[in-house]
């Protein structure tokens, strides 16, 4: 639920009649060389038939997003992604519904309250799913994206930027590098394991401290990133980020080695690149 709450990061077209000759042309094409639905038995003209039904599809979008869509994206703020999910769904009932009627007006279909039930039944059923695939997909590349945009914008900002973790050890060395090398940091039981870049290639020291410390000297630097009781991260250097809800699994940079995101970390991660 905290997903469908989120704002939809798209801004709305305002190019409906743009918009709507294109789907009109992708309804005629998929009818006029796919010929689903027994569309083959048809003894007309395929041509001019599909070009009816990609008409009937793109003045019912036209006429759907010029008065339905633009008077909803002015009046409703924020617009959220049950807003946009709702929208979808309800334009692609309005044209199957239209489309229906088309099909029965053309072929001298009878309209029987049972048949239509159904046909709305799984439009809505076949709706919900390619309106959920559409959004999701172009949610989560928008974070992409917006992820690419604001490390990037980061990682310029500290390249001149270094960092220095302390040894707690009386005769410890202390590790400074450039924040844009570091990699992670893992607990490892009195010690940590400094992972960062050097001259390219991925390096790891062990400093007497812990991570709790580690994070207290770097909690200035917002792209240093606690995404498990062990480990920590530069998020500037999160070059994959593979899993769901439960938690990820991150690769950086050239390192091999993958770091969990545990479960209670995730929100955090994901109000970060939101």
């Known amino acids: 639920m905290s997903f469908l709450t989120r704002k939809y990061p798209f801004k709305q077209s305002e190019h409906w009649l743009r918009d709507s000759l294109f789907y009109g042309i992708v309804i005629w094409a998929m009818l006029y060389f796919l010929q689903p639905f027994g569309f083959s038995m048809y003894v007309g003209s395929k041509c001019l038939i599909a070009a009816v039904f990609g008409l009937v599809t793109s003045g019912c979008y036209a006429l759907y997003g010029w008065t339905v869509c633009r008077q909803l994206y002015r009046s409703v703020r924020p617009w959220r992604i049950w807003h946009e999910g709702c929208t979808v769904l309800g334009l692609i009932l309005f044209i199957a519904i239209c489309n229906f009627l088309l099909f029965s007006f053309l072929f001298h279909y009878p309209i029987y309250l049972h048949v239509f039930l159904l046909f709305l039944y799984w439009t809505v059923i076949i709706g919900i799913i390619m309106t959920a695939l559409s959004i999701g997909i172009a949610y ?24 220095t973790i302390h040894d707690t050890n009386v005769r410890g060395n202390d590790l400074t590098i450039p924040i844009n090398s570091l990699l992670y ?90």
């Open 140 to 163: 989560n590349r928008s974070l992409r994206e917006r992820m690419e945009e604001l490390l990037g914008n980061t990682a310029e900002e500290q390249k001149d930027i270094a960092i």
């Open 185 to 274: 940091i893992e607990a490892q039981k009195n010690n940590v394991a400094v992972s960062y870049l050097n001259e390219g290639q991925p390096a790891t020291v062990e400093v007497h401290t812990t991570l709790t410390a580690v994070i207290d000297e770097l909690k200035d630097y917002e792209n240093i990133f606690q995404c498990h009781r062990s480990f920590v991260v530069n998020v500037n250097n999160i070059t994959s980020a593979k899993g769901n809800s439960n938690g990820y699994q991150l690769t950086l940079g050239p390192c091999r080695t993958s770091i969990p995101v545990a479960r209670s970390y995730v929100p955090h991660l994901k109000s970060f690149i939101a």
